[in-house]
């Protein structure tokens, strides 16, 4: 039995130590994750203390009076490097609100004048290098510097040889490659402006000017003066007008965010916001103060345009704002049709030109942080652009309004910029979601939230077991030990009575061995009596008889003795003397006495 006590004990116990191990798994996870939660926390407090400490946290877009400290933080923040350029003090900055000075700072940044460059980045190189056409020669040339003002070289590879006699032309959706049209009217492109020479395109009739879009789609002017499209250089022509609308085009070219401007009849601008859409989307005027017959757009935002008379270069600094008057006229050669490539000594030379649209007016806007293997696409886009580094791409949205978040691609290179509400979700490898830093910080305390709290349930369940466990364990240890305490109790009783029948036992051994003696002695008492009654008897029977004879009578001849005393005792009592016979009667009474005396009592 106790055995089976042991095994059954032995068996619970294996179970408990199980659920006690997970237990004590459980608690060690749970303050490995406690540390971490404490961490994301403060990580979280320390980006709320920064965000709220901005310079320009307690200003509204229409306050005025805006302190030294705003005023700096707003130049910076538009991408100007330049220090001691402001001055919050002046009567005029004091008279301007927080999004007006938002405003002329967003001038400074964007404006291509070298006035404007120098003032916000200290230095001006241009962000671009013209590329343009002899429109006697049909060669293609380019500005042997930056800039407006600049002499002009010609390029060398084949143009100018027909079939290439370059016309007109654009700058590719890569930023490298140069798309031309023919005095023949066909497209023609160069994979760059340094390497290899023009080559025939399928498909390639009839155009009287050229634009790429980012997606590589060709939007050109047909002999028709109305638009086309084709998907690629080698795909098939389609007609772009909306047949609900007319339209006459002479030049075509497509602005960074994908609208496209033509010049129509009377040299008018006139713009649609995709060249997506051509077919449904209505022509809108763009600036009717226009005597320029081609146009093109550079990376910045730069306006161009070439005098139809004389062939030199106007502009306007931003495509977004057609209303500001030409600037002009810029040049030392006659020009044919004109495109522009990004400079590469504006690389080496460390200037990042701000290059958005319209200025930011969240200037409390949050801070960007860049997280891999993920995307954000929020609600709507609100931009995108190309070859751009993951950081140029969070600079982008940080000074792009509307923009909440952005997935960047490293392997393409392009910025998704998006707009409205949203998370980081997971995606390839490739891709970087960039999302307001408060907003994952957030994350990650309730990630590592949700994992204490899993975990604080898992281990009260594990508890619950192990106390149902626990409070079964006891109620069998409990009837296990009533049942011993019984038992011993019993044992007790059966020892008790053992000890009861062990002394038992001993006094009757006792009792038996006096009592053996006892008798041993009676009934040698009483044998000695009887013996001492026969022999009285005889003796008596002498005397009377025979007075003379010897006392011993028959003894004197033992061989004869006991013969001839019963004989002569038979005798006697035949004879029928009294006193014989009351002499036996009183000792048989005698002998009977001490049987049921002693005897009996035995």
Known sequence: MQMSQMSSMKSMKEPDNQMALHLETLRSEYKSRLVRYKQAVTDYIDNLKVESSKPCARYSGDSRGISQECYEYI??????????????????????????LIQDTFYWATWNTQEHRTGCYGSYVSPFIIL???????????????????????VNDNSGVAPFVITDLCTGNDGKMIVGRTNQNRLVYKTSLDTGDWKATSNDCCILSVAMGDDGTVVGVG???????????????TLAENPNQGEWCLSVCIAPDGAVFVVGGGNT??????????????????ASDSHVSKISISKDGTFFGIRNNDGVIFIK??????????????????????????NPELESAGLHYNTATSPNFD???????????????????????????????????????????????????TCNLRGGTGSAIPSRDTDYAIVPKSQQLLKIVNSINDELTQLNTEMEVQIRKIRNEFTDQASERGNQNADLIQQYKTLQIERERIKEYVSQYQTLENTQEETEIFINQKYYIYFLLASLVFIAMIVMYNLNVNPQANPLGPLGNPNNFSISTVQATVETVKRGNPFYVLFGIIMVVIIIYFYNHYFRAI
Not at 332 to 337: E, L, P, Q, V, Y
């Open 363 to 413: 200037i409390n806007a949050p801070i960007f942080m860049e997280i891999q293997s993920q995307a954000f696409w929020g609600e709507n886009s609100v931009g995108d652009t190309g070859d751009v580094s993951v950081q140029e791409c969070n600079a982008s949205c940080a000074t792009t309004p509307g923009c909440t978040g952005a997935t960047y691609n490293s392997q393409t290179r």
């Open 75 to 100: 130049w910076a923040k538009s991408g100007c490097t330049t220090t001691h350029m402001v001055d919050a003090n002046n009567s005029w900055a004091k008279r301007q609100s927080l999004n007006e």
């Open 223 to 237: 002999t028709d003066h109305k638009l086309w499209t084709k998907p690629s250089l080698n795909g098939s022509w």
């Open 317 to 342: 600094d931003s495509y977004k704002n057609m209303s500001t008057p030409w600037k002009g006229p810029y040049g030392k050669t006659t020009m044919g049709g004109i495109t522009t490539i990004v």
């Open 132 to 154: 343009t056409t002899d429109p006697s020669t049909g060669r293609l040339r380019r500005g042997r510097s930056g800039g407006l003002d600049t002499d002009y070289e010609n």
């Open 269 to 286: 601008i006139w713009r649609k916001d995709s060249y997506k859409n051509l077919r449904n989307l209505f022509w809108s005027q763009a």
